[in-house]
T-cell receptor
Framework: GAVVSQHPSRVICKSGTSVKIECRSL??????MFWYRQFPKKSLMLMAT?????????EQGVEKDKFLINHASLTLSTLTVTSAHPEDSSFYIC????????????FGPGTRLTVL | AQKITQTQPGMFVQEKEAVTLDCTYD???????LFWYKQPSSGEMIFLIY??????QNATEGRYSLNFQKARKSANLVISASQLGDSAMYFC?????????????FGSGTQLTVLP
């Protein structure tokens, strides 16, 4: 149980294009999903918290117009990197929390984005 | 402010031996939760174990146990009978915030290598 999928697992795009990453909770409903960014050999950096049906809450320093987050249903959240640049190249990981009764987050397998 | 510290960037252990990964935390909240996650080279984050601040007993999950010392503000992970597949990055995390805004703060991680 508590499986989270993420698609695509890898994406290479040209500078200036937009990329959408999907995060799905497969066997549970997630009222809250999270998006993280991770640089090589570094820890996870929280980008934003996404609650179903409401606007995402972004962490300080994260550009909301660049990283668009949509949480349209209890099983799907999307992150769109708009007008991507090489400095946006990173490993992006989503997680989902199955309700308010738990603090445990279950993570997707991550998406490696490379912007040329 | 809440803070999670992992002071061991890298650890080595012989196969079949036990190993302890250190984690200390700092928080002023009376209620908090502590987590350990494993991240293999594939990138996925695997939930290992959880300890609540009010839990009387140390958490255990199979070969994983959490040595929770509240007065010292430490939550070390003990892996017994190490296996080659345990080689990975290990992150300690603490829950911060309340209600729907609850989030996890991650430590810097410890790279564990199990030697044959």
């Amino acid at each position: 149980g508590a499986v989270v999928s993420q698609h695509p697992s890898r994406v290479i795009c040209k500078s200036g294009t937009s990329v959408k990453i999907e995060c799905r909770s497969l066997d549970f409903q997630a009222t809250t999903m999270f998006w993280y960014r991770q640089f090589p050999k570094k820890s996870l950096m929280l980008m934003a918290t996404s609650n179903e049906g409401s606007k995402a809450t972004y962490e300080q320093g994260v550009e909301k117009d660049k990283f668009l987050i949509n949480h349209a249903s209890l099983t799907l959240s999307t992150l769109t990197v708009t007008s991507a640049h090489p400095e946006d190249s990173s490993f992006y990981i989503c997680s989902a929390r199955p309700g308010l009764a738990t603090d445990t987050q279950y993570f997707g397998p991550g998406t490696r984005l490379t912007v040329l | 402010a809440q803070k999670i510290t992992q002071t061991q960037p890298g650890m080595f252990v012989q196969e079949k031996e036990a190993v302890t990964l250190d984690c200390t935390y700092d928080t002023s909240d009376p209620s908090y939760g502590l987590f350990w996650y494993k991240q293999p080279s594939s990138g996925e984050m695997i939930f290992l174990i959880y300890q609540g601040s009010y839990d009387q007993q140390n958490a255990t999950e199979g070969r994983y146990s959490l040595n929770f010392q509240k007065a010292r503000k430490s939550a070390n992970l003990v892996i017994s009978a190490s296996q080659l597949g345990d080689s990975a990055m290990y992150f300690c995390a603490m829950r911060r915030g309340s209600g729907s805004a609850r989030q996890l703060t991650f430590g810097s991680g410890t790279q564990l290598t199990v030697l044959p």
